[in-house]
């Protein structure tokens, strides 16, 4: 995984997408989850399994050093927090 090809999100409560050259990673943000900011290879379902954590190590790199569209910095801010609490990354 090197580059992000491009972010989205599920009007699900904010299921996060972040499309890589290496596939598509889901951030469940759904509303009354029970895996908060947890990193899936697949839309998060209730039998869905989580990636590697250095998977989700290196998907948050990724997203640290992305520049994205004007008015989504606040999506990814919001995202990383998230993800550096659930995976216990100090900023």
């Known amino acids: 995984m090197k580059d992000i090809l491009g972010t989205d999100f599920y009007w699900d409560g904010?299921?996060?997408?972040v499309k890589t050259d290496d596939?598509?990673?889901?951030?469940?943000?759904?509303?009354d989850t029970e895996t908060p900011y947890s990193v899936f290879s697949e839309y998060p379902?209730?039998?869905?399994?989580?990636?590697?954590?250095?998977?989700?190590?290196?998907l948050i790199a990724?997203?640290?050093?992305?520049?994205?569209?004007?008015g989504k910095?606040?999506?990814?801010?919001?995202?990383l927090g998230g993800l550096h609490a659930k995976y216990q990354i100090l900023t």
């Not at 990724?62 to 004007?70: D, F, K, V």
């Not at 910095?73 to 995202?79: S, Y």
């Open 23 to 31: 596939g598509s990673y889901f951030v469940d943000r759904r509303l």
């Open 45 to 58: 379902k209730d039998d869905s399994v989580e990636v590697d954590k250095h998977v989700a190590y290196e």
């Open 62 to 70: 990724l997203l640290s050093r992305y520049a994205p569209p004007q």
């Open 14 to 17: 904010g299921t996060y997408v």
């Open 73 to 79: 910095e606040c999506q990814i801010r919001d995202v």
